[in-house]
């Protein structure tokens, strides 16, 4: 993948809304992905004019005054900045379907971004669909300790990445390139997010399966599939992501893991928040 252009923008770092979010920077607009959920970056950057539809969306462009912004944000206000992730509304570490591995410019653009944040003394946090190249694990140590990398995953299906994530990492290379970051002793993380009901992968029922692939993560962030009437259609909709979410917390308790349950979804708020000790 390349991408088509670049575009401008006025400013880069900003506070996010999203409700375990904070600082944050999106240095691309657009996402190769192009995942089919719908994805709510996607309706957002066609609701203010960004992309016309998915087929402009699919095709990203690189913010290319991105490092003279935060050069200058950094000057001006990065004293107020306690961490940053990497990001809401597209992809650090996109994937390159052709090439079968990070595509190289949005990667080499978050590498700089990524260290600049750092060298100033700011953790970052990162989650992608795409996979982490085998260079960061390898210069891993040169980073802050307090970084945070993630990925995205709600199935450990094949047919499920490649119907609803079409441009987005094979699975396995997903949890491969994470763990490596994992083994080098890096925090890691992963959001399952939007978790899909059994009509929509049959698979669903069976979370455990998913986590135990996770196993070496450190913090889950989990929430259920809205803005599609699939998930809605399904007649045990609410009772379903009630017990599923349930599984989660207690493997979570079960294995030190800390977690987050999103907004909207059953036991999210203070008696769906568990937060334990990671395991020494």
Known sequence: MTTASTITRKSLLYRSKVEYGGWTVNHVQGCSHGCRFPCYAKMLAKRFGRAAGYSEWIKPRV??????????????????????????????????????????????????????????????????????????????????SANEYGISLVSPSESFRAQWEPGAAPVEERLSSLRALADKGCRTWVSIEPYPTPNIDPGAADVERLLEALSFVDRVVFGKWNYNALASAYEREHGFYGGVAARVAEWCARNGKSLHIKSGTPLAGEAGRVAVARSA
Do not use: Q
């Open 63 to 144: 913010v290319g005054n991105a490092l003279e912004l935060l050069e200058a944000e950094l000057a001006r206000f990065g004293d107020r900045v306690d961490s940053v992730h990497l990001c809401f509304s597209t992809d650090p570490f996109m994937y390159d379907v052709r090439g079968a591995g990070p595509a190289a410019e949005i990667r080499e653009l978050s590498r700089h971004i990524i260290s600049r944040l750092n060298e100033h003394g700011i953790p970052v946090t990162t989650l992608t669909k795409g996979m982490y190249p085998d260079d960061l694990a390898a210069d891993v140590d040169r980073l802050h």
